[in-house]
């Protein structure tokens, strides 16, 4: 385990350490213990381990020289990545560097113009045939889709299905799991995200914090090999910000590969085994946290962090 | 004298007029016959044009939905068929022809008048050795016509839908198809249900122009007891009311459905009873000593 630097703010430690912010705000009292989320045990967990097993010795991500237009602009311009199983990545940097559009591409949810992106050793979205790269079948890039969980900045729950109804969709339709079987998978998952007792409530009757974590249970039912963060906490209110991170630092601590896209330093600073610093779609620099929040060598970087941190 | 009674000094002369000319028009004196009304407004041949005009109007209506539905996908972009290759490739091509037919299509039957439309396809047909009976020409140019703007109607609804919803789904595994029938077309369904209760209600009145292809609904109907018995105003009268009920009973069902659709599924709310919802008149509370 790395030495754990202090971080920088401590309201920001007291975000995301604590186990005290209840999802509506108020501090934790001894009776609310049940009600959060039970420590891990064997049997229990939010990843399920055949998932994320894969194919020993292949990097789960591996991402080659990818260049990306929107139109005439280029966003990315050759981003080079190679992303371990297990590992927890936090690509940080200013809007329009490019971070989220390259964790986009990695589930094909946009289209690459060079370079190849593998996931768990499959080229993704394209297929070969004859020497050719031509763009894969819906059908194969959705079967492809189905093993990476993605996390939305604005939750992007569906508002006509209530949190358990949420949760089961995809693994009914998609994985065709039978659907006594999906509830009691929901339900295991929103209990671990402390949201047991809203599984029938709507979207619209929650708060941010706790429609982001119905969104990870929901990425999560579908046993994905590796999750996407897109700025999850971005869009809520600092209060709420606390109980996702617990979350996501849960999933974490359970050994699931993840790709964070971020503004919270802290929680990189935490969680992340490797910091990579993205500019104008470029990678300008990447390291274990600690050499990067501390010596970052680049000066983008450097002028970067002094305005974050 | 005060203002009121300076406006009546004015207008006396007209409204005595006006009242005159109402006597006239509505007592056996006039030019309107009330026991004819009276007598044809529940005919059997008429009952039986009302049930013809609201099947014709409910068949035309679905049939019309269901082609707009295609239409809106054929020029969403986004459209594609889930199959294996090499197949993917084949319908992938289909793309660009399929939303030039949808725009061809509804400038077509937006641009030509529905009267128009019935009255080709009626005659137009039997040159091509299809002899169809009036109802089904009715239901195939009502229809049709129908299509193109509900393509519109729905093109907008599926739009008013947040792209996040479509990219969440596609995220879990979702192929289009299934994104769109179990996520995206249920809510834009929402949006969809003003305007097509506007359409529906057009729908039930554009049926009269069937008169024209010999078809005996409502307004067919109500024609040819006019021309027997010299009565057209009583009959149209006859055929008015009806046409009233039929819109007005559907303007209550529109707004029953909207509700029953409506965004927020929290709790049903405590209303204040129908004569007070409709008049507005609240009980006040006593007041106090």
């Given at each position: 385990m790395e030495d754990r630097t202090i971080p920088s703010t401590t309201s920001e430690a007291q975000r995301y350490a604590s186990a005290d912010?209840?999802?509506?705000?108020?501090?934790?009292?001894?009776a609310d213990a049940t009600s959060q989320a039970l420590p891990i045990t064997e049997d229990t967990s939010l990843v399920s381990?055949?998932?994320?097993?894969?194919?020993?010795?292949?990097?789960?991500?591996?991402?080659?020289?990818?260049?990306?237009?929107?139109?005439?602009?280029?966003?990315?311009?050759?981003v080079s990545m190679t992303v371990q199983r297990g590992e927890k990545i936090v690509i940080i940097g200013p809007s329009g560097s490019g971070k989220t559009t390259f964790l986009r591409c990695i589930n094909h949810l946009e289209k690459i113009q060079s370079g190849r992106i593998y996931v768990d050793g499959q080229l993704v979205g394209y297929r070969e045939e004859k020497g050719k790269i031509i763009e894969d079948s819906e059908r194969n890039i959705a079967r492809m889709r189905a093993q990476i969980g993605m996390v939305f900045q604005r939750f992007n729950l569906f508002p006509h299905l209530t949190a358990l109804e949420n949760v089961i969709e995809a693994p009914t339709r998609v994985l065709r799991v039978p659907k006594a079987q999906a509830i009691a998978r929901a339900r295991e998952l929103l209990h671990k995200v402390g949201l047991a007792e809203k599984a029938n409530n709507y979207p619209n009757a929650l708060s941010g914090g706790q429609q982001q974590r119905v969104a990870i249970a929901r990425a999560l039912a579908m046993n994905p090999k590796l999750m996407l963060f897109d700025e999850a906490t971005s869009a809520l209110d600092p209060e709420l910000v606390g109980e996702v991170l617990k979350v996501m630092r849960q999933l974490a601590e359970e050994g699931m590969t993840m790709i964070v896209v971020t503004h919270e330093m802290g929680f990189a600073r935490e969680v992340a085994d490797r910091v990579i610093f993205m500019d104008q779609g470029c990678i300008l620099e990447e390291g274990r946290p600690n050499d990067i929040f501390n010596n970052p060598s680049h000066e983008r970087t450097q002028s970067f962090l002094s305005l974050i941190l | 004298m005060d203002f009121f009674q300076h406006i009546w000094n004015f207008f006396a002369p007209f409204f005595t007029q006006i009242w005159d000319f109402l006597v006239y028009i509505f007592t056996l004196h006039g030019n309107f016959d009330w026991r004819i009304a009276?007598?044809?407004l529940f005919n059997p041949y008429i009952l039986q044009g009302v049930w013809l005009t609201l099947r014709l109007a409910i068949l035309a209506q679905a049939t019309g939905t269901l082609i707009g539905l295609f239409l809106a996908l054929f020029k969403d972009p986004r459209f594609v068929i889930t199959a294996a290759p090499p197949f993917d490739r084949i319908f992938k091509g289909l793309l660009l022809p399929l939303r030039l037919f949808a725009d061809f299509y509804i400038w077509l039957f937006r641009g030509t008048p529905l009267l128009v439309q019935l009255i080709i396809i009626f005659n137009v047909l039997p040159f091509f050795y299809i002899t169809l009976d009036p109802f089904t020409t009715a239901f195939l140019g009502l229809s049709l016509n129908e299509g193109a703007y509900m393509a519109e109607i729905i093109r907008a609804g599926i739009s008013s839908v947040d792209s996040g919803q479509m990219e969440a789904a596609k995220s879990l595994g979702m192929t289009y198809g299934q994104a769109m029938r179990r996520i995206v077309l249920p809510q834009a369904f929402r949006v969809i249900i003003p305007p097509l209760g506007n359409e529906f209600n057009s729908m039930m009145k554009n049926t009269s122009l069937a008169s024209v292809i010999a078809l005996l609904e409502l307004f067919g109907t109500a024609e040819q007891f006019a021309a027997s018995q010299f009565a057209e105003l009583e009959l149209y009268f006859v055929a008015c009311v009806w046409y009233l009920a039929l819109t007005t009973i559907w303007g209550q069902v529109q707004k029953w459905l909207e509700r029953a659709f409506s965004a927020s599924k929290q709790v049903k709310m405590m209303q204040p009873p129908w004569w007070q919802r409709m008049t507005g008149i609240r009980s006040r509370p006593a007041v106090a000593a």
């Open positions: 912010v209840r999802s509506d705000g108020s501090n934790a009292t001894q381990l055949e998932a994320i097993s894969g194919h020993p010795g292949v990097p789960m991500v591996q991402a080659e020289e990818v260049h990306k237009r929107f139109g005439n602009t280029e966003v990315l311009r050759g | 009276g007598k044809y």
